[in-house]
């Protein structure tokens, strides 16, 4: 029993142990450049898609503008052709209100001549019946009262004259009228011929003008075609815009990864040379840099090179890096940081020369100057002296890096008084 107790102990402090170790797993690096390729070439595959839509599209568009500019050219003719029409229209509208206008006139002529004629024969009959009627009593009386047969003859003849006179008038008048008649048919002849004409020009017109109109409708209908055919390749034209951009960014992130692997290798390479050249002389070939220590303190800033700044003090900060609120020292980062050389800040002997180390402090560096302070040196990307040297200010002691718990390259320096943890602006100046 004691003993399932112990081993349900044991597997439940595995289990914690687990859990922690699950939650507490590294951070995903960002983002690997096989993964950025990846995501590029998928990028660059919706951008040929897009290339391909937007082709067959201008292609669509070409031919629709092709329909539309027939269709104006269609339509162009065919308004000349109407225009032509209604002037013809126009012109035989004129014509039939002129002929129209001339057989009112002749009508009125007729009805002139007519009373003419009336008149005429009235007043004929009229002599005439006063004749007759004299006849019995006065013409045969005037004929026969005659003194002579020269003025019987001369009296028949001025009868007959009377009569004669009459009668041309009245065949004049009626020659007259069948002139007019005849001019008024021929004039209503023509005038049923114009109305004819008239009839099929207005026939013609409404043909045109529903023809006009159904191109019309047609251009309207492609018009709107194109249109939305423009608006799908504006919004292509977008989309390929952000795709180009969305690229470029993983290039550049691309790029990026790839400068930092080189100044990292670089860097590697540097220290490699320089731990060889260390190891060739028996560290009697060790590098200095003419340190600049503080007037005050003595201390030496740490690293050897210009284009320092502090990326994280000294202090109680946000627990969301290392999980641990309290900052022991000072990160001294910089553009071109990884693989620059870390200098003993003070002379002092090595008690602490981790080359290879999984600590959080990564590859480090302690040194012990001998009068109560200590200094440390981490994240290294390597280190070369060995515990037990004894280093002058100024020496090479290890280069920046990024090991251990680190989000990118910088050095990670601390000063200690008797094991103490104290700002380590207090000692150094930047
Ligand atoms: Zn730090």
């Given at each position: 029993?004691?003993?399932m ?5 044991l ?27 990846e ?12 290339e ?16 539309i500019?027939?269709?104006n050219?269609?339509l ?14 126009y012109?035989v509208?004129?014509?039939i ?9 002749l ?15 009235q ?21 026969s ?16 004259r ?13 020659k ?20 004819q ?5 207005g ?7 529903s ?15 194109l249109s939305?055919l423009?608006n ?7 989309n ?35 731990q060889?050249?260390?190891k060739?002389?028996n ?15 003595g ?13 994280s003090?000294?202090g ?11 900052h ?11 693989g ?58 290890a ?8 989000t ?12 103490e943890?104290l ?8």
């Amino acid at each position: 029993m004691n003993t399932m107790k112990r081993m349900l102990s044991l597997l439940m402090t595995f289990s914690v142990i687990f859990v922690s170790v699950a939650f507490f797993a590294p951070r995903t690096q960002a983002k690997t450049i096989s993964s950025l390729k990846e995501e590029q070439s998928q990028i660059q595959a919706k951008i040929d898609e897009s290339e391909k839509k937007l082709t067959s599209l201008n292609n669509q568009i070409n031919s629709q503008e092709q329909v539309i500019s027939e269709l104006n050219k269609q339509l162009s003719n065919l308004s000349d052709e109407y225009n032509n029409v209604k002037m013809q229209k126009y012109v035989v509208d004129g014509e039939i209100a002129e002929t129209q206008k001339k057989i009112e006139d002749l009508n009125a002529e007729i009805a002139k001549k007519d009373a003419e004629i009336e008149q005429t024969i009235q007043l004929f009959c009229k002599r005439l019946r006063a004749n007759y009627m004299a006849g019995s009593s006065s013409t045969l009386e005037m004929l026969s009262n005659a003194s002579s047969v020269s003025v019987f003859l001369n009296r028949l003849e001025l009868l007959k004259r009377v009569t004669n006179n009459d009668q041309a008038l009245v065949d004049e008048l009626n020659k007259e009228i069948n002139d007019l008649e005849k001019a008024k048919s021929d004039l209503e002849a023509e005038k049923l011929k114009l109305v004819q004409k008239q009839a099929e020009l207005g026939k013609v017109e409404a043909d045109l003008q529903s023809t006009l109109n159904a191109i019309k409708v047609k251009s309207e209908e492609v018009d709107r075609k194109l249109s939305q055919l423009q608006n799908t390749a504006s919004e292509i034209h977008e989309n390929i815009k952000d795709f180009d951009a969305q690229e470029a960014q993983i290039q550049k992130e691309i790029n990026r990864i790839y400068a930092q692997q080189k100044a990292a290798e670089a860097a590697k390479r540097r220290a490699q040379q320089q731990q060889q050249a260390n190891k060739n002389n028996n560290n009697s070939g060790a590098s200095y840099y003419t340190p600049k220590p503080n007037p005050s303190t003595g201390f030496a800033f740490p690293v050897h090179y210009s284009g320092c700044y502090l990326s994280s003090g000294f202090g109680y900060r946000s627990a969301s890096i290392s999980g641990n609120a309290f900052h022991g020292g000072i990160d001294i980062t910089g553009g071109n940081i990884y693989g620059q050389p870390v200098i003993a800040s003070r002379s002092g002997t090595v008690i602490v020369a981790e080359h290879y180390s999984n600590s959080g402090y990564g590859h480090y560096v302690m040194l012990d100057h001998g009068d109560g302070y200590q200094t440390l040196y981490g994240h290294c990307s390597s280190v070369v002296v060995n515990k037990g040297d004894y280093v002058k200010q100024g020496q090479v002691i290890a280069y920046v890096g990024s090991t251990g718990n680190s989000t990118g390259p910088h050095l990670h320096f601390e000063v200690r008084y008797q094991g103490e943890k104290l700002n380590p602006l207090n000692y150094v100046s930047f």
